[in-house]
C-alpha cells in the first residue's frame, strides 16, 4: 500500500492500522527503531514485552504502569519506540508455552543493559534456578559471588528488568517465605504455584 493512499482517510481505522504497520515494517527494516514493544495476556495479568535489535530488554507488569516503562525506555535505551508487534512474536509464543506448562527454559536473545555490576550477575544467576526449585537469597549472593551481599540480592531482584524470563520469583527469603516481588506477591504465588504443578 502506498503511504500517501493510507494518508488520504486518516479517520478510518483500518486505514490507520495499515498505516502503523507499513510504518513499523519499514522502521525496522531500515533499522530506525530503538525499541518495538507489544502487550500480551497471561496469568499474572497483561505484561509488557520490550526489545532492541539486540533482545528482550523488559518485561513489565501492568502495576508498573507501561506509560511509565515505556517513558523509562526512551530515557534509557533511546526515544525511538514503537507499539510493533512481530520483533516480539516468538517472546510471546516462548511466554504463552511456559505459562502452559510446556516451557521450562527460555531461548530468546536478551538485552541487559538496564541493569549493571552486582545486580547484573545476580540476574545472570537467575536462570540456574532449575524450573520448580527455589533458592534463597543467600544462595544467590554466593552463586553471584559476594556471599555477603544478602541485601543487594533483594534489590537485583526488585529491579530485575526481566521478570519470568529471568525467574526472580524462585527467589525466597532464608526461611522460605515469598518476600518482594515486582509483579507483587500474587503474582510470586502464581508462578511458583504453575511450576510445581
Known amino acids: 500500500m502506498r503511504l500517501t493512499r493510507a494518508l488520504d482517510r486518516p479517520d478510518d481505522d483500518a486505514h490507520l492500522a495499515d498505516l502503523h504497520a507499513h510504518l513499523a515494517q519499514r522502521a525496522e527494516q531500515d533499522q530506525l527503531l530503538d525499541v518495538s514493544y507489544r502487550t500480551v495476556a497471561s496469568p499474572v495479568g497483561e505484561l509488557l514485552l520490550a526489545t532492541t535489535q539486540v533482545g528482550l530488554v523488559r518485561v513489565a507488569f501492568a502495576r508498573e504502569d507501561f506509560d511509565q516503562v515505556l517513558s523509562l525506555l526512551a530515557d534509557r535505551v533511546g ?45 545472570e544467576q537467575l536462570p540456574t534456578i532449575d524450573y520448580g ?35 526472580c520469583h524462585r527467589v525466597l527469603r532464608t ?21 510445581a504443578a
Do not use: W
Request: hydrophobic letters at 40%; charged letters at 25%.
Open 133 to 167: 526449585s527455589t533458592a534463597s537469597y543467600a544462595e544467590m549472593a554466593r552463586r553471584a559471588g559476594s556471599e555477603r551481599a544478602v541485601r543487594a540480592v533483594g534489590s537485583a531482584c526488585a529491579t530485575n528488568p526481566l521478570p519470568v524470563v529471568l525467574p
Open 175 to 195: 526461611d522460605g517465605s515469598l518476600g518482594g516481588y515486582l509483579g507483587g506477591p500474587e503474582a510470586k504465588r502464581t508462578l511458583l504455584a504453575l511450576e
Open 79 to 123: 526515544p525511538r519506540i514503537l507499539a510493533h508487534v512481530a520483533p516480539l512474536d516468538a517472546a510471546a509464543r516462548e511466554l504463552e508455552e511456559y505459562f502452559t506448562g510446556q516451557r521450562r527454559r527460555f531461548d530468546l536473545p536478551l538485552d541487559l543493559r538496564l541493569t549493571h555490576g552486582f545486580r547484573r550477575r545476580v540476574v
